[in-house]
């Protein structure tokens, strides 16, 4: 019988958390304060605390600002250069440009990730940065990063906004580069109920730097040290974040039996690749992510059996209009060809995996 499966339904939360989050609500409605405050304070330690880090953590108001704040508070400038991932959500490289830098796109190895052993070829004097994004929730390899970083004087910022909750070595995803930047949107592992986001550094003076450039270059009310913005967290994200935070572990175990299930069942049907990686703890299970030569025509499958599915990305960010680079990205366009998101979350129930495995091995018996 036709189901009706959504890639995502934010509005399935149970009725506990939805009690907590009212309740928080209400609190912060009575005590009155909308910005800055408690709440914010708690989201700071409640975030180091869960990523074991030492690292300060500064909140702010969404994972695109914090990539921008992160360049800016390292310096980079106009005519500065970027190494990006070419295969990323856009914000990767549009904040380079929002600082007036150059992003410099390198293609993606077979895994989906920026393919670190392509660096060598694109540094030069001007290559200030390299961000690296842990696309779909899997880890790049950080200590490979981090030490072509240090011994090329390159700053390595991450791209953490879809890898919180990984970890590599026991050293949580967002953790290792000089910065890290996070998103709390909506549909990330960890979202809040609007926009919101986080940096984190090791180093203090740059978390001072970040501090203030959040908040109209202000060291303390009124004293303006250098020209800033307005990146702050709500409060309210903040309060809610605080509340979700609970219930990531419980999700994380949710995402991964139900991504074991799709694993075990769809291994050698048709022509699908599977998410290989993603019981590890390397990988925060975000997105399962199959890559098939058929998936515009599975998807529309799927489709028509009631399942939503998504394509993370259709095109590559040089192939956008706001940079349309010539340069060709082999690897980046074959995933944008054949990537398809299978639903993965946690409101989703084992006997809807069972029903989009089954559709998925009707699709090849029909196709094949
Ligand atoms: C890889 C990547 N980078 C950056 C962002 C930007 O985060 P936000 O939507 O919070 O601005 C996102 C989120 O959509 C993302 O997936």
């Not at 019981?279 to 489709?303: C, I, M, P, T, W």
């Amino acid at each position: 019988m036709k189901q009706q499966v959504p890639f995502l339904d934010l509005s399935l939360i149970d009725q506990e958390l939805k009690s907590a989050l009212e309740q928080k609500f209400s609190e912060m409605l009575s005590k009155g304060i909308f910005s800055g405050g408690e709440e914010v304070d708690f989201l700071s330690n409640n975030l180091a605390k869960y990523l074991n880090t030492d690292n300060e953590v500064i909140p702010c108001s969404n994972g695109t600002d914090a990539l921008e704040v992160a360049l800016r508070a390292l310096g980079i400038s106009e005519g500065d250069e970027v190494i990006v991932p070419a295969l990323s959500w856009i914000s990767t490289a549009e904040a380079v440009s929002m600082v007036r830098a150059i992003p410099v796109f390198i293609d993606t190895d077979t895994s989906g990730l920026m393919d670190l052993g392509l660096l060598d070829k694109v540094i030069n004097p001007m290559t200030k940065a390299v961000i690296g994004v842990h696309l779909y929730g899997k880890m790049l390899d950080m200590e490979k990063l981090v030490a072509w970083g240090k011994l090329n004087a390159v700053k390595v910022i991450e791209d953490n906004a879809q890898g919180f909750g990984a970890h590599q070595g026991g050293k949580s995803a967002g953790c290792w580069g000089d910065v890290g930047c996070f998103s709390f949107y909506p549909t990330k592992n960890l979202g809040a109920l609007g926009e919101a986001g986080a940096l984190i550094t090791h180093d203090e003076q740059l978390a001072k730097k970040i501090r203030m450039l959040i908040n109209h270059g202000q060291s303390f009310r009124d004293r303006h040290e250098m020209l800033g913005r307005n990146s702050r967290i709500d409060s309210i994200q903040a309060g809610f974040l605080n509340v979700k935070l609970a219930y990531f572990k419980k999700w994380q175990e949710k995402r991964k039996i139900l991504a074991d299930i799709y694993l075990q069942n769809l291994t050698g049907v048709g022509d699908l690749i599977l998410p290989e990686t993603i019981l590890g703890s390397e990988h925060n299970a975000h997105l399962f992510v199959v890559q098939s030569n058929f998936r515009d025509e599975l998807k529309q499958y799927l489709e028509d059996m009631g399942i939503g599915t998504a394509i993370h990305y259709p095109t590559i960010i040089p192939k956008m209009k706001p940079y349309l680079i010539q340069k060709e990205f082999h690897v980046s366009e074959i995933w944008s060809k054949r990537a398809l998101s299978l639903p993965l979350n946690p409101f989703l129930k084992k006997n809807e995996v069972w029903y989009i495995i089954e559709e998925i091995k009707k699709f090849y018996s029909k196709t094949s």
